[in-house]
Structures are given as structure tokens and as C-alpha cells.
């Protein structure tokens, strides 16, 4: 059985991404593979290294 690939997010792209809803700055659970917005309690995923900033694609999440 192979290990799952763990996948980091480039600094930069995470400087400048901001949650869709909120414009609030987001952070990075590399565990989920998820960005999450803390203020609108969102978590967007991750698919193949590309986050998918589409308020719905992305899960609620416990504030």
C-alpha cells in the first residue's frame, strides 16, 4: 500500500487568496487538503493542488 502524496500550497497563492464571501484571509489545513474561512465558516477544497474557490463546492465547518 502506497502513502498518500501530501501536497503543499505555494506561500504566495495562499497571500493572495482571500475567501469569496467574506474577503477575509484563509488558511491552509494541509491534512484535508482545504483552504478555510474562519469568518463565513467555509472550508474550500483542494483537487489536484488547485483550490476551488466556489462558495458551493466548499463545506461548513464548526467556528
Partial sequence: ??????????PKL???LVCPLT??????DAEKQELISDKAGL???IREGIPIML???ARRVER
Avoid at 500500500?1 to 505555494?10: A, G, K, L, S, V
Fill in 43 to 45: 472550508a474550500f477544497p
Fill in 14 to 16: 495562499l497571500a493572495i
Fill in 55 to 57: 462558495i458551493e463546492e
Fill in 23 to 28: 474577503k477575509a484571509p484563509l488558511r491552509y
Fill in 1 to 10: 500500500m502506497t502513502e498518500p502524496i501530501t501536497r503543499r500550497i505555494d
